[in-house]
């Protein structure tokens, strides 16, 4: 079983960056797919980037050319680097990963991924 644990949230200033970390415990090549997730105070939760086995990556359009999702084997640890951050990125942001979904279908309203983590606070002021 796998068990994602966010890591590298933070408060910072309109156009900075941060980079999220996610330690899949229990990572195995039965993994198929590994995403990203955010929920703003209000809102409901939706996608920010996915990648699953074969290579591929899918992004929210609110977030494409500005953040990048990539994983490392060796260390079994997910990353989103987030550039060019704006106030409306504020949210929890939590990692989630399946063995079955593709990156495409992750990313689709109401799809269900089996593992999550409990989230990392990303604060953008203004």
């Known amino acids: 079983q796998v068990q994602p644990v966010e890591s590298g949230g933070g408060s910072v200033q309109a156009g900075g960056s941060l980079r999220l970390s996610c330690l899949l415990s229990?990572?195995?090549?039965?993994?198929?797919?590994m995403a990203w997730f955010r929920q703003a105070p209000g809102k409901e939760r939706e996608g920010v980037a996915a990648?699953?086995?074969?290579?591929?990556?899918t992004y929210a359009d609110s977030v494409k050319g500005r953040f990048a999702i990539s994983f490392d084997n060796a260390k079994k640890t997910l990353y989103l680097q987030m550039n060019s951050l704006k106030p409306e990125d504020t949210a929890m942001y939590y990692c989630?990963?399946?063995?079955?979904?593709?990156?495409?279908?992750?990313?689709?309203?109401?799809?269900?991924?089996?593992?999550w983590g409990k989230g990392t606070l990303v604060t953008v002021s203004s």
């Open positions: 989630a990963a399946d063995e079955v979904m593709t990156a495409s279908q992750a990313l689709e309203p109401d799809a269900g991924m089996d593992y």
């Open positions: 990648k699953d086995s074969e290579g591929l990556t």
């Open positions: 229990g990572y195995t090549y039965s993994t198929n797919c």
